[in-house]
């Protein structure tokens, strides 16, 4: 077998591995210790990434669908784009989903993702009730709250290292139409949008963009978005209302090569911020699909390579609730003083989760896309240090720089995610480039 | 409704294909060994097209059950896609018979046995559709893979027959001839990646090939170029080829 060369979505960092195809349940012959499944990588850093990775994203059938409870079984291939192809049209949308919806279901499940309803609503991992799970040892098995609990809870948020996820069984919501009612909350500071969040609390989606620019009393300057699935009677007098669940997947724009590094300076970033705030600000509430609702980014495909050919990282972090507004506004002062805006600055504040090692806690995070450029990584060990400091953690999923120390920190119950790991894996199998980094595996 | 039976349904072309003719709203009848998997791309048709989809098991091999198989299929379908086939390993071939046999019953005999069945009833109905997947290994014969190109010539050639013999009675044969497909059929053989077509486009080829009732085609079409150009060779410079 060749090795090919390959990055996740942040094009950072670049591993040579050899690639398996998944084509058959099943079948897989990994190396020791140096294997891991991968989607279809829009994780940002190295948790796909190993000497050998198996490409899941060949097994990607729909096996059971019940039109009572919208409880769908698939391949754990299956991106969540398919399901929104088929299902939308049907009545029915995902549970969960990101911002981008170029993602498989065993991704979503292996980072225990979380969207705009993290509130209300919980992560993907909260709607799955079975999955089947290939080991280590070759074996096939299923497992479920009640049917080896510690390994289904192990999963779920653990990033590939338990086993292959072959499939799973989830539940999807009914939805009436595909649209959305959609509100536009401009906030001059962190203070209002914070307020915003708790009036915001009985909406099933809420997230703010941050201009991360704005400093002193325009910190945190931002637009608040939250929404509501629209019912009929919402469209009635729309031209929607004869095509409630109209879905379509369309031609994308694409953004097809590397911008030269840098040709997203601060200036960029800031007519970009400005003039997305004036757009918002002016747009105020009225219906949306629900695809430029919540996949704003992906109607420009390969959006990432703006940022040229040195690739960008994601910044993620949550704090408890009790830290989180002085500790974002430390956070955010850092950057405003630094002038490294963010392309991207996506705030949102999170419900209760208990889970083993998925990131979610209640409190607030923020998502933060930085260009790799001279003196970055500095800067950056600079905000965890912040981050730490009030009691926040880090998202694996979108990691792939942080030390190990750093990370562990935040995680508590990663010596017993660790324990069942060892019990599923003895030998050690599964790992990525980011487990051995963070001295996980 | 019509309905579409692929023989070999586990196939990565067949799956494919199943796809295509679930598009068209076709009904389908997916035949072969492994029907576990079979089922869940039976499910995965169901649920994406809405449209009926039947898992039978069926084994190329066993000529005896082949009659039986044939006379308990409700409804006959209209369409019939033979795509069962196996490369073997040449070295092995050479040398095991059990191996030489499987190789050639399971890409010629055994689906001329299953053929011959639905050539009848169509021929009586006056009306149906054979595709049947060959390849081009069957052009000519080469050292690396002559066994199963053989088998693959003689099935050409019986498809070719089978066509001059049904087209005046209302039936159409297609003849698939596809270079390299990246299926797990090669899975472990080194191809020239641009000459490898992926079991997507090859089967969206086949469904239009049936659409606008073609004879022969080669999937991708530049196939027939190499392949006539290979055939052109003169046996005394071929002989000393690697190819
Ligand atoms: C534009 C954009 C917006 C995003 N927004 C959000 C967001 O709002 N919220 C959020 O939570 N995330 C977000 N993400 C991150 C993304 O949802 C996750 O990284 C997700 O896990 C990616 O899934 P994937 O299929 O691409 O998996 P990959 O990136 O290929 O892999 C991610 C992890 O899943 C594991 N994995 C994948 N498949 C399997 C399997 N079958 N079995 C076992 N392990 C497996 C891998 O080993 C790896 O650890 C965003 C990403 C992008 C690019
Ligand atoms: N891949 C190529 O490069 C290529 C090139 C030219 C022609 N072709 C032809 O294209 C067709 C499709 O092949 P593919 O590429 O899709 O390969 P494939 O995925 O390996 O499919 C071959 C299928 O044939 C089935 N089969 C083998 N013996 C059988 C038997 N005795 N009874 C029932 N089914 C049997 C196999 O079933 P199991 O799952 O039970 O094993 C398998 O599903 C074949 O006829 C092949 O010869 C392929």
Redesign the pocket.
């Given at each position: 077998m060749s090795k090919q060369k390959i990055s996740?979505?942040g094009g950072y960092p670049v591993v040579e591995s050899e690639i398996i195809k998944m084509n058959h349940p099943g079948t897989f012959s990994g190396k020791r210790g140096d294997t891991?499944?991968?989607?279809?990588?829009?994780?940002?850093g190295d948790?796909?990434l190993a000497e050998t990775i198996v490409d899941?994203?060949g097994i990607d059938r729909f096996l059971a669908f019940d039109d009572e409870t919208g409880v769908l079984r698939c391949e754990?291939?299956v991106?969540f784009a398919t399901i929104l192809e088929f299902f939308v049209p049907k009545g029915w949308f995902l549970p969960v989903?990101?911002?981008?919806k170029?993602?498989?279901?065993?991704?979503?499940?292996?980072?225990?993702?979380?969207?705009?309803n993290h509130h209300k609503e919980v992560?993907f991992g909260n709607w799955v009730s079975e999955m089947k799970?290939l080991l280590a040892s070759g074996e096939t098995v299923l497992c479920s709250p009640t049917e080896k609990s510690d390994l289904f809870y192990a999963?779920i948020g653990?990033?590939?290292?338990?086993?292959?996820?072959?499939e799973a069984e989830f539940a999807l919501k009914k939805i009436e139409t595909s649209f959305i009612k959609q509100e536009a909350l401009p906030a001059e500071n962190l203070d209002t949008v914070m307020r915003l969040f708790d009036e915001s609390k009985e909406f099933t989606y809420s997230v703010a963009w941050i201009d991360c620019l704005a400093k002193g009393k325009n910190l945190g300057k931002s637009i608040l978005f939250r929404g509501e699935h629209a019912n009929l009677i919402d469209i009635k007098d729309t031209p929607f209302a004869n095509t409630p669940l109209f879905y379509h997947n369309k031609g994308m724009l694409g953004v097809p090569f590397n911008f030269p590094s840098g040709s997203l300076n601060s200036l960029t970033i800031k007519l970009f911020n400005g003039f997305y705030y004036m757009m918002n600000k002016m747009k105020g509430s009225g219906i949306t699909h629900l695809d430029p609702f919540f996949y704003p980014?992906?109607a420009i495909a390969n959006?990432?390579r703006i940022y040229g050919k040195k690739g960008f990282l994601?910044y993620q972090f949550v704090l408890p609730l009790s830290n989180s507004r002085d500790g974002m506004r430390e956070v955010l002062q850092a950057i405003a003083v630094e002038g490294r805006g963010s392309f991207l600055a996506?705030l949102k504040l999170f419900g209760k989760q208990e889970s083993m090692i998925s990131?979610p806690q209640e409190g607030y995070t923020l998502?933060l896309d930085f260009p790799i450029m001279p003196g970055l990584l500095k800067f950056l060990t600079k905000l965890d240090e912040i981050v730490l400091k009030h009691g926040g953690r880090f998202?694996?999923?979108?990691d792939s720089r942080l030390d190990p120390d750093t990370f562990k920190k935040g995680y508590p119950r990663l010596a017993e995610f660790l324990e069942i790991k060892k019990k599923y894996d003895p030998d050690g199998v599964f790992s990525?480039r980011?487990s051995k980094r963070l001295e996980l595996t | 409704m019509k309905n579409c039976l692929i023989i070999g349904a586990g196939s990565d072309v067949a799956k494919a294909l199943a796809v295509e003719f679930a598009k068209e709203g076709f009904n389908l009848q997916l035949a072969g060994r492994n029907v576990e998997d079979i089922g869940k791309t039976a499910a995965d048709l169901q649920i994406r097209y809405g449209i009926k989809v039947e898992t039978l098991y069926l084994d190329v091999l066993k000529f005896d059950t082949h009659p039986d198989f044939f006379n308990n299929l409700n409804p006959k379908p209209e369409v019939v896609v033979a795509a069962a086939g196996l490369l073997g390993d040449q070295k092995v071939t050479e040398r095991d018979q059990s191996a030489t046999l499987r190789v050639i019953n399971t890409n010629f005999t055994g689906i001329v046995s299953l053929l011959n069945e639905f050539a009848n009833y169509f021929e009586n109905q006056g009306s149906g559709s054979i595709i049947g997947i060959s390849s081009v290994a069957g052009d000519r014969g080469r050292m690396k893979n002559y066994i199963y190109g053989a088998a693959k010539a003689g099935f050409t050639a019986y498809l070719s027959g089978l066509r001059q013999r049904l087209s005046r009675k209302g039936v159409e044969v297609l003849s698939v001839q596809p270079g390299f497909i990246n299926t797990k059929m090669l899975q472990g053989v080194e191809t020239p990646k641009p000459l490898t077509a992926e079991p997507e486009q090859v089967a969206k080829m086949i469904y239009n090939g049936f659409r606008s009732k073609k004879h022969v085609i080669y999937t991708p079409g530049y196939w027939r170029v190499i392949m006539f150009i290979v055939r052109s060779i003169p046996e005394r410079i071929f002989v000393k080829l690697d190819l």
């Amino acid at each position: 077998m060749s090795k090919q060369k390959i990055s996740n979505w942040g094009g950072y960092p670049v591993v040579e591995s050899e690639i398996i195809k998944m084509n058959h349940p099943g079948t897989f012959s990994g190396k020791r210790g140096d294997t891991i499944a991968r989607g279809l990588g829009r994780s940002y850093g190295d948790s796909s990434l190993a000497e050998t990775i198996v490409d899941v994203t060949g097994i990607d059938r729909f096996l059971a669908f019940d039109d009572e409870t919208g409880v769908l079984r698939c391949e754990a291939g299956v991106s969540f784009a398919t399901i929104l192809e088929f299902f939308v049209p049907k009545g029915w949308f995902l549970p969960v989903t990101p911002g981008t919806k170029f993602i498989t279901v065993g991704g979503a499940i292996a980072s225990d993702v979380h969207g705009k309803n993290h509130h209300k609503e919980v992560c993907f991992g909260n709607w799955v009730s079975e999955m089947k799970i290939l080991l280590a040892s070759g074996e096939t098995v299923l497992c479920s709250p009640t049917e080896k609990s510690d390994l289904f809870y192990a999963t779920i948020g653990g990033m590939g290292l338990t086993g292959i996820i072959l499939e799973a069984e989830f539940a999807l919501k009914k939805i009436e139409t595909s649209f959305i009612k959609q509100e536009a909350l401009p906030a001059e500071n962190l203070d209002t949008v914070m307020r915003l969040f708790d009036e915001s609390k009985e909406f099933t989606y809420s997230v703010a963009w941050i201009d991360c620019l704005a400093k002193g009393k325009n910190l945190g300057k931002s637009i608040l978005f939250r929404g509501e699935h629209a019912n009929l009677i919402d469209i009635k007098d729309t031209p929607f209302a004869n095509t409630p669940l109209f879905y379509h997947n369309k031609g994308m724009l694409g953004v097809p090569f590397n911008f030269p590094s840098g040709s997203l300076n601060s200036l960029t970033i800031k007519l970009f911020n400005g003039f997305y705030y004036m757009m918002n600000k002016m747009k105020g509430s009225g219906i949306t699909h629900l695809d430029p609702f919540f996949y704003p980014l992906d109607a420009i495909a390969n959006w990432n390579r703006i940022y040229g050919k040195k690739g960008f990282l994601q910044y993620q972090f949550v704090l408890p609730l009790s830290n989180s507004r002085d500790g974002m506004r430390e956070v955010l002062q850092a950057i405003a003083v630094e002038g490294r805006g963010s392309f991207l600055a996506v705030l949102k504040l999170f419900g209760k989760q208990e889970s083993m090692i998925s990131f979610p806690q209640e409190g607030y995070t923020l998502a933060l896309d930085f260009p790799i450029m001279p003196g970055l990584l500095k800067f950056l060990t600079k905000l965890d240090e912040i981050v730490l400091k009030h009691g926040g953690r880090f998202y694996f999923t979108k990691d792939s720089r942080l030390d190990p120390d750093t990370f562990k920190k935040g995680y508590p119950r990663l010596a017993e995610f660790l324990e069942i790991k060892k019990k599923y894996d003895p030998d050690g199998v599964f790992s990525s480039r980011q487990s051995k980094r963070l001295e996980l595996t | 409704m019509k309905n579409c039976l692929i023989i070999g349904a586990g196939s990565d072309v067949a799956k494919a294909l199943a796809v295509e003719f679930a598009k068209e709203g076709f009904n389908l009848q997916l035949a072969g060994r492994n029907v576990e998997d079979i089922g869940k791309t039976a499910a995965d048709l169901q649920i994406r097209y809405g449209i009926k989809v039947e898992t039978l098991y069926l084994d190329v091999l066993k000529f005896d059950t082949h009659p039986d198989f044939f006379n308990n299929l409700n409804p006959k379908p209209e369409v019939v896609v033979a795509a069962a086939g196996l490369l073997g390993d040449q070295k092995v071939t050479e040398r095991d018979q059990s191996a030489t046999l499987r190789v050639i019953n399971t890409n010629f005999t055994g689906i001329v046995s299953l053929l011959n069945e639905f050539a009848n009833y169509f021929e009586n109905q006056g009306s149906g559709s054979i595709i049947g997947i060959s390849s081009v290994a069957g052009d000519r014969g080469r050292m690396k893979n002559y066994i199963y190109g053989a088998a693959k010539a003689g099935f050409t050639a019986y498809l070719s027959g089978l066509r001059q013999r049904l087209s005046r009675k209302g039936v159409e044969v297609l003849s698939v001839q596809p270079g390299f497909i990246n299926t797990k059929m090669l899975q472990g053989v080194e191809t020239p990646k641009p000459l490898t077509a992926e079991p997507e486009q090859v089967a969206k080829m086949i469904y239009n090939g049936f659409r606008s009732k073609k004879h022969v085609i080669y999937t991708p079409g530049y196939w027939r170029v190499i392949m006539f150009i290979v055939r052109s060779i003169p046996e005394r410079i071929f002989v000393k080829l690697d190819l």
